[in-house]
């Protein structure tokens, strides 16, 4: 049996961005019990020149959204980057999912090829649909989970790799 692009991006992207509400929350309990605002926690950085927490949030719900509407071959949502508290974010994880989930199997399926420009600040990049999924579009989404992720416990909230990958 086949793995279709569908099964290769959208479950996985839901699961992903359930994951990260799930260590969020676990950071949330943390920063309460330790008298750390929302404000506070989302502008945690692993180091200076890192993006904050709320920046791999939201940049793992574009990632996410975006890569869904370009295999589609249609206009990505656009999600202002405007979250202050911990309850705006998990909004926005659930607008993703959301988003991510009004996709279509038909419309994802036969993408492999469909020819993906982006334009970056380093310039332009060019992909057909499969490459475009499995060697951007996915790392990028699992980097900037794994960043908030690492954040959060080097912020020293409780969690392990059972809570990154859904298991816990």
């Not at 969020?24 to 920063?31: I, M």
């Not at 750390?36 to 709320?54: G, H, K």
């Amino acid at each position: 049996m086949t793995l279709s692009m569908y099964q290769a991006s959208a479950p996985v992207f839901i699961r992903a961005l359930g994951n990260l509400t799930h260590v969020l929350k676990k950071g949330e309990a943390h920063a309460k019990a330790k008298n750390v605002t929302d404000e506070a926690l989302l502008q945690t950085r692993l180091i200076i020149d890192m993006l904050p927490l709320i920046k791999q949030v939201q940049i793992a719900c574009d990632m996410a959204t975006r890569g869904m509407a370009r295999l589609a071959g249609v206009e990505p949502q656009s999600f202002e980057d405007n979250e202050t508290t911990l309850a705006q974010a998990y909004d926005r994880i659930a607008r993703a999912t959301d988003y991510i989930k009004s996709f279509t199997p038909e419309q994802i399926d036969g993408s492999e090829t469909r020819a993906i420009h982006l334009k970056m600040r380093s310039g332009e990049l060019n992909f057909e649909g499969q490459a475009y999924l499995l060697h951007f579009l996915i790392p990028n989404v699992f980097f900037h989970c794994t960043t908030a992720y690492n954040i959060l416990r080097e912020a020293g909230t409780e969690i392990g790799k059972a809570d990154f990958v859904g298991q816990a």
